[in-house]
């Protein structure tokens, strides 16, 4: 059974960075692909960036060049290294490994 589990938001100035976290219980996480999503106030969960279990990574338009996604598959963990940050990113930021969620954890971008 996995469960996932994200950490690392919180609250930065525009301009700023972060670097959220997904740890991953179970023995399959190294032979999916992993995703990042998004879910901003009044609006639908958005595809952010997924990491295939190789290593290839797509992202959406909207943080190509600014959000970086990596995996540690020794340690069963995913990263999304966020530079640049805009008040557009604010959501709750969402990791996914086949049909699993976390349950989420809030970032916003605020002065």
């Known amino acids: 059974q996995v469960q996932l589990v994200e950490s690392g938001g919180g609250l930065v100035q525009p301009g700023g960075s972060l670097r959220l976290s997904c740890a991953a219980s179970?023995?399959?996480?190294?032979?999916?692909?992993m995703g990042w999503y998004r879910q901003a106030p009044g609006k639908q969960r958005e595809w952010v960036a997924t990491?295939?279990?190789?290593?290839?990574?797509a992202y959406a338009d909207s943080v190509k060049g600014r959000f970086t996604i990596s995996r540690d598959n020794a340690k069963k963990t995913g990263y999304l290294q966020m530079n640049s940050l805009k008040p557009e990113d604010t959501a709750v930021y969402y990791c996914q490994l086949m049909d699993k969620w976390g349950r989420g954890t809030q970032v916003t971008v605020s002065s």
């Open positions: 990491i295939a279990s190789y290593g290839s990574t």
């Open positions: 179970g023995s399959t996480f190294s032979i999916y692909a």
